[in-house]
C-alpha cells in the first residue's frame, strides 16, 4: 500500500462508532464528527440519547447503540448492526474505559477490581477494534482512534496502578495494529490526554495550576485532535501516540 497524500478534513458521509459516547470527551468527539459530515453511532452502556440529538441537529444521521465493553457477543452485535445499517464502517473511536478508585491504597486493589478495569479498557479497546477490522480490511481503508492517557506515558498523576497499566496497554495495542493494518489501508492512532474535566474525573484533586498552560483540558481538546487523526489530514500518520495534556509532558 502507497498512502495517499494528506489533503483536508473532509468526513462527508463517512460512517463512525464512537463508545463512551454518551458523555465527556466521547460526546464531544462524536458531535465533532458529524460537524464535519460523518454520520455517527453513538455506543455506551448508559444512555446517550443527548449526544444522538446533537448529531441530528447537525444534519447527520445517528444511532444510540447500548453495549457493556466486558461482553464481546454485544460488541460484535453492535458492530452488525450499524454495518447492516450503514454498509459499513469508516471510522472507529475506542474511547469506552473506567477509572477505578484512585484514592485506594495499591495494596487493597483485589483482583476483580484490576480484572474489571483491563477487561473494559484493554480488551474491550481490542475486541471492538477485531470486530471493525473485517470490514475495513475490505474496503481497503479505516481509521482506528484509541484514547490513551498520560497516565499511560509518565505512570500517572494522580491515577491508580491499574488504569496507568491499562492505558500502557492500549498504547502497545495501537502500535501492533498500526502495524498490521499498513497493508490494508488501516490507519491507527492513539491520544494520550492529560487531565480532562469530564464526569470521569468529577471528584478527582486536579488543578488548573497543575497544567503549564494554565487550566484543565476540555473533551473538545480532544475531540479536535480525534477529528484530525480519523480524516484524510493525517495520511502520513499510523502507529503514533499524540500527548494532548497542556504541556504536562513534552517529549
Known amino acids: 500500500m502507497v498512502a495517499p497524500i ?12 464512537v463508545t463512551g459516547a454518551a458523555r465527556g470527551i466521547g460526546q464531544a468527539t462524536a458531535l465533532a464528527l458529524a460537524r464535519e459530515g460523518a ?13 444522538v440529538k446533537g448529531i441530528e441537529k447537525a444534519g447527520r444521521r445517528a444511532l444510540g447503540l ?26 472507529l473511536i475506542n474511547n469506552a474505559a473506567i477509572l477505578g478508585d484512585s484514592k485506594k491504597a495499591f495494596q ?3 483482583a476483580e477490581e484490576w480484572d474489571l478495569l483491563f477487561a473494559v ?16 480490511e475490505r474496503q481497503g481503508y479505516g481509521k482506528i482512534v484509541c484514547l490513551g492517557s498520560i497516565a499511560g506515558r509518565i505512570g500517572g498523576v494522580l491515577a491508580n496502578p491499574h488504569y496507568c497499566a491499562s492505558k500502557g496497554g492500549i498504547h502497545a495495542l495501537v ?17 494520550a490526554p492529560g ?12 488543578k488548573d495550576e497543575m497544567v503549564p498552560l494554565g487550566r484543565m483540558g476540555q473533551p473538545e481538546d ?6 484530525f487523526l480519523a480524516s484524510q489530514a493525517s495520511n502520513f500518520i499510523t502507529g503514533n501516540i499524540i500527548d494532548v495534556n497542556g504541556g504536562m509532558l513534552m517529549v
Open 6 to 17: 494528506s489533503g483536508r478534513i473532509n468526513l462527508k458521509d463517512q460512517r463512525a462508532i
Open 39 to 51: 454520520n455517527v453511532a453513538a455506543c455506551d452502556i448508559i444512555e446517550a440519547g443527548e449526544t
Open 66 to 91: 447500548r453495549y457493556d465493553a466486558v461482553d464481546i457477543a454485544q460488541i460484535l452485535d453492535l458492530v452488525k448492526t450499524v454495518v447492516e445499517t450503514w454498509g459499513g464502517i469508516d471510522i
Open 108 to 110: 487493597e486493589i483485589t
Open 121 to 136: 479498557n484493554v480488551r474491550g479497546t481490542f475486541f471492538m477494534t477485531k470486530a471493525v477490522w473485517p470490514h475495513m
Open 175 to 191: 502500535k501492533w495494529a498500526a502495524k498490521k493494518g499498513v497493508g490494508f489501508g488501516i490507519y491507527v492512532n492513539g491520544i
Open 195 to 206: 487531565p480532562i474535566v469530564t464526569p470521569m474525573i468529577k471528584n478527582e484533586p486536579y
Open 222 to 227: 480532544i475531540a479536535e485532535v480525534v477529528i
